[in-house]
């Protein structure tokens, strides 16, 4: 099970560092076409040959397309907002990216159970889905639905105006000796773990969750644990706006760390107590994780004084941890049971904590407060 999610983290590893490239040759703008065609094709090819094989191939593309995605969209985002807004801006990323993913799983949900009780009287997408969807199979219309929003994003950003981004010398991607000199710096390692150890959390919950709930609660996953996940994103996204007012109040390392705390503390209840307690448990833990890749994301860029552009394609590597981490707990899941395999996240959350703690931001983010004292 576990595969799958690797193969399309695996891409954010293979594709980020060659997408900055990418957009060092030809903008932002025919990346991002070109990023919507991969996922167009990743989708298309699951969709019309399902098999394991064309699964694995069709995640790895689809990854490939996001890594680009994120890579361009990057610049955009510090372009229209200031370095010093930054960790606002992108929590304001991370509550779309939210709520997009809570109303992913209850798309899911809704597709299979009206294709697997398909009707006469059904409307017209679970009509036109039923004719090329087989009845054994009905999760792969998602990939259908896929298919057409990266087809009709690939028109709209063709047609849309993306302004250019003019980066300063040290906003560029570097050469490889650049990309070298970056890796041997402490706080870049550090930082790279830390992006790494969050994805790794927000995916080993996001795929264990549903099976965890029906292993030791009994839970229908195509029902109930689909409902969690939804909740668990959803939750992210009330935690995104509950972040985006924090942040213009209080310095992020000590968001960073609040929230971090309530997210072991959720997580704790979630693996220990009751299956009512664990079905809000678990989608709590996405609140309390919604400041977490923007804040640390926003730290890292802020802790070296030059070479953004290539330290920020580094960081979008470490979302390989999307890959891994899942991967890991799997495999302990099978030696010592889900909940025991489920326990590494505690190391991943204790990283993050750390964070707080020893980042040294060269530019903090702006608060209400640190406004008022600059304009005394």
Same mark, same amino acid.
């Given at each position: 099970m576990a595969v799958l999610p690797f193969a399309f983290f695996i891409a954010y590893g293979v594709m980020s560092i060659p997408s900055g490239l990418l957009i060092e040759k030809f903008q932002e703008k025919p990346v991002m076409v070109a990023a919507f065609a991969v996922a167009f094709v990743g989708s298309s090819m699951l969709a019309?040959?399902? @098999?394991?094989?064309?699964?694995?191939?069709?995640?790895?593309?689809?990854?490939?397309?996001?890594?680009?995605?994120?890579?361009?969209?990057?610049?955009?985002?510090? #372009?229209?907002?200031?370095? #010093?807004?930054?960790?606002?801006?992108?929590?304001?990323?991370?509550?779309?990216? &939210? *709520?997009? *993913? /809570?109303? *992913?799983?209850?798309?899911?949900? *809704?597709?299979?159970r009206n294709l697997e009780s398909r009707s006469a009287d059904s409307n017209l997408l679970i009509t036109t889905l039923s004719r090329v969807v087989p009845d054994d199979i009905p999760w792969i219309s998602l990939y259908w639905l896929f298919a057409v929003i990266a087809l009709l994003?690939?028109?709209?950003?063709?047609?849309?105006r993306i302004p250019k981004v003019e980066r300063k010398a040290?906003?560029?991607? &570097?050469? /490889? %000796?650049?990309?070298?000199?970056?890796?041997? @710096?402490?706080?870049?390692?550090?930082?790279?773990?830390?992006? /790494? %150890?969050?994805v790794g959390l927000e995916q080993g919950i996001a795929n264990w969750m549903s099976q965890f709930l029906? %292993?030791?609660?009994?839970?229908d996953p195509q029902t109930t644990g689909a409902r969690a996940v939804a909740w668990f994103w959803g939750f992210m996204t009330i935690g995104g706006i509950a972040g985006i007012v924090l942040l213009k109040l209080i310095d992020s390392k000590i968001v960073l760390v609040f929230f971090t705390i309530a997210a072991i503390i959720s997580f704790t209840a979630a693996l220990f107590l009751s299956?009512?307690?664990?079905?809000?448990?678990?989608?709590?833990?996405?609140?309390f994780s919604a400041v977490m890749y923007p804040v640390i994301f926003s730290l890292a860029l802020n802790s070296v004084a030059e070479h953004h552009g290539s330290f920020s394609g580094i960081l979008v590597s470490a979302i390989i941890g999307g890959a891994v981490v899942p991967l890991i707990v799997g495999g302990l899941g099978d030696l010592f049971g889900l909940r025991g395999g489920m326990l590494f996240l505690y190391l991943t959350m204790g990283f993050i904590l750390s964070i707080g703690f020893w980042a040294k931001p060269l530019i903090p983010n702006v608060t209400i407060a640190s406004r008022k004292k600059e304009a005394v």
């Open positions: 019309l040959y399902p @098999n394991y094989l064309t699964a694995i191939w069709s995640l790895f593309l689809i990854g490939s397309g996001m890594a680009m995605l994120q890579v361009a969209i990057n610049p955009l985002l510090r #372009e229209a907002g200031g370095e #010093e807004h930054y960790a606002f801006n992108a929590t304001v990323a991370q509550l779309v990216f &939210g *709520s997009a *993913s /809570f109303l *992913s799983p209850l798309v899911y949900s *809704s597709l299979v994003m690939i028109g709209i950003v063709s047609v849309s040290e906003e560029q991607v &570097g050469a /490889f %000796t650049t990309h070298m000199g970056l890796l041997k @710096n402490p706080t870049v390692i550090l930082f790279f773990l830390g992006i /790494f %150890t969050y029906n %292993t030791y609660h009994g839970y299956g009512p307690v664990a079905r809000i448990a678990f989608p709590l833990v996405g609140f």
